[in-house]
């Protein structure tokens, strides 16, 4: 597609109900990141795909939080038994090459803003 | 810790004058800098970035410029256009792999 798609836009989950966040990136994306934006923060980095490898899964806050890249086009982010503090927008970029550089920078979706009540 | 700090959550600026936007950073291991944009319920665009052997780089009315012994990095804008009002983010890695350390974001508003 034109740029990267996450579904859905909204999702309000009640406190320990399971949610999955999709994301698809640009077709031919190599490199496939997750972010969590606060509110009034910046993103922060959650995991790193490269194809369907999860080569960093170092900013994932707890064992609840899942990632996969299976067939290194789609990815899915899974959070088990959400809690308040997991509100937050969940964005997700891809970009053609392997690391970054100083080059383009990545392409960013708008985002999935989960709501946990 | 935050690796990458934007002091300043926001700033107001009249059309047609300058916009400086500031970023400090502490790891002097980071390879690059960017700049991101973000419109409300939009994700994230990229604007410009410096590699940190550079200390300047610029693309239209936008110029980075990169102090490495003060850690400390610029974005400009000249001039200030009022479609330039959004939250403007920078970024910081490394060539080890893909993951940026953002800071906090600074929105900016300009006044026609």
């Known amino acids: 597609g034109a740029g990267v798609s996450q579904s859905p836009r909204y999702k309000v989950a009640k406190r320990g109900q399971d949610v999955a966040l999709r994301c698809d990136p640009i077709?031919?994306?190599?490199?496939l990141f997750w972010y969590q934006q606060a509110l009034g923060q910046g993103p922060e980095f959650l995991t790193y795909f490269q194809n369907e490898a999860q080569l960093d899964k170092s900013g994932l806050p707890s064992d609840r939080f899942f990632a996969e890249r299976p067939e290194g086009s789609v990815s899915t982010l899974k959070i088990q038994r959400t809690q308040q503090e997991d509100s937050a927008v969940y964005l997700c970029?891809?970009?053609?090459?392997?690391?970054?550089?100083?080059?383009?920078?990545?392409?960013f979706g708008s985002g999935t803003r989960l709501t946990v009540v | 810790d935050q690796q990458v700090k934007q002091n300043s959550p926001s700033l107001s600026v009249q059309e047609g004058r300058i916009s400086i936007l500031n970023c400090d950073y502490t790891?002097?291991?980071?390879?690059?800098f960017l700049w991101y944009k973000k419109y409300p319920a939009e994700g994230p665009t990229f604007l410009i970035s410096i590699s940190s052997i550079k200390d300047k780089n610029e693309d239209g009315r936008f110029t980075v410029f990169l102090n490495k012994s003060a850690k400390h990095l610029s974005l400009h804008i000249v001039p200030s256009q009022p479609g330039d009002s959004a939250v403007y983010f920078c970024a910081a890695g490394d060539n080890q792999g893909g993951k940026l350390i953002f800071g906090q974001g600074t929105e900016l508003s300009v006044k026609p």
């Open positions: 970029a891809s970009s053609l090459a392997m690391t970054q550089g100083a080059g383009g920078g990545y392409t």
């Open positions: 790891n002097s291991m980071f390879d690059y």
């Open positions: 077709s031919g994306h190599v490199s």
